[in-house]
């Protein structure tokens, strides 16, 4: 089967963020287990494209420069389109490199990744007839909704009108777009839901998203050793993993660190935080202390950490998405404790310990660090929604069909 994938936002190898750890994990699964033959169309530069075709996961690989910050803002507000649309369209030289190097024809499915791919289809609708093959669109979030939360998430008065005016586009954008695909993926539970609420159609999908298996434990004794002896004086240590400068994350390690973490400490006394996360800004950086709250920035790999800790916890106040977070913490078989909706996403809010108040999460903290509560039957289940093998042959069932619609 060969299938194209388009996504406007840079995939990195090896993947940090979440969205370029959702698509290329599911491309990985996809040539591992099921030998499909994958191209990208994705925005970067020379050194992604480089470390994408080195991974040996795609069969092709095209990557274009994103376009000027200066002429993204301006044009997009004066525009129906959003800045992240016009960022990352595509030049009338990566139009025709595109017709010339890729065959539609050949495609069993030619998958859309986020709205944000809106005008590169647009673009490429000009020049190609998209409505003659079978197309599919993944869904990373209800992306006007996930615009509304950082709207009344924001802080200042210009974050609050850039937001608030991405809702008012995207929601007259986002569900004509989606109404154009042959079958939608949501990577979150609860958007698969939303979705079918808001278009009215049963070609909507769960396939959770996929995320990279736990690096062996044994591989990684050096650096778990390192870590051990560098926080022998915390008996519990508790782990928090995140993009240390996105505004979700800043709130949830506040939360935790100014509302639960005292009373923890006061009921068990001897426990340290660990904070692990990429850019982490001056609020995150104002919290260490070397003592009970420690940081870790822009590591390698979050594996070592999670061997290294006792529980994990996820006080996110946001709902959108599934967290990523939460699906490797599961494969690390790791205790956890989350805010709901840190697990709506993930369709685990009746599986995995969580609470709203401080009082309550901390009590439920405590818990799992005195072995109080059995996490094998919890951890067991919620491993059985991200099973990548079974998870991706439901996605392949679906494209099996002929490549021409008629």
């Not at 979700?248 to 509302?259: G, M, P, R, Y």
Request: aromatic letters at 16%.
């Amino acid at each position: 089967m060969k299938l194209l994938f388009i996504t406007p936002i840079k995939v990195d190898y090896p993947p940090k963020d979440g969205a370029s750890i959702a698509t290329f994990y599911r491309i990985f699964y996809l040539k591992k287990y099921f030998d499909t033959e994958c191209d990208i169309i994705t925005s970067g530069d020379d050194i992604s494209k480089n470390n994408l075709e080195k991974s040996n996961i795609f069969r092709k690989v095209y990557v274009y420069e994103k376009k000027d910050i200066l002429y993204s803002n301006v044009k997009s507000f004066f525009s129906i389109y959003i800045f992240s649309m016009i960022r990352n369209s595509l030049s009338m030289k990566d139009i025709e490199n595109i017709l010339k190097n890729f065959n539609f024809n050949e495609y069993n499915c030619i998958n859309f990744e986020h709205s944000y791919s809106y005008y590169i289809y647009k673009q490429l609708s000009k020049y190609v007839d998209l409505n003659k093959y079978k197309k599919a669109f993944w869904a990373h979030n209800v992306d006007y909704l996930y615009f509304y939360n950082l709207y009344k998430e924001s802080k200042s008065i210009k974050e609050k009108f850039i937001n608030f005016l991405n809702y008012i586009k995207l929601k007259f954008i986002e569900p004509n777009y989606l109404r154009s695909f042959d079958n939608i993926f949501t990577l979150a539970y609860h958007d698969n839901i939303k979705l079918k609420t808001l278009l009215k159609q049963n070609n909507i999908y769960w396939i959770p998203v996929n995320v990279a298996n736990p690096e062996p434990s044994d591989k990684l004794e050096k650096d778990i050793i390192k870590l051990k002896h560098q926080t022998k004086h915390c008996k519990y240590k508790i782990l928090f993993t995140g993009k240390l400068n996105h505004i979700s994350n800043i709130q949830a390690v506040l939360w935790f660190h100014d509302k639960v973490f005292p009373l923890i400490k006061q009921a068990l006394g001897n426990v340290c935080f660990i904070i692990v996360g990429f850019e982490p800004n001056s609020t995150i950086l104002n919290l260490v202390n070397d003592r009970d709250i420690l940081l870790y920035k822009n590591v390698d790999s979050v594996s070592t950490f999670f061997y290294l800790s006792d529980l994990f916890v996820i006080p996110l106040f946001n709902d959108a998405g599934i967290k990523i977070k939460l699906i490797e913490a599961i494969k690390h078989n790791i205790k956890i404790v989350a805010r709901p909706e840190a697990l709506i996403g993930a369709n685990l809010i009746d599986t995995i310990p969580n609470a709203k108040s401080e009082k309550d999460f901390a009590n439920l903290c405590i818990k799992a660090l005195k072995n109080e509560i059995d996490y094998k039957p919890i951890l067991e289940k919620a491993r059985q929604y991200f099973d990548d093998k079974k998870n991706l042959r439901l996605f392949l069932s679906i494209c099996q069909d002929s490549k021409l619609k008629y």
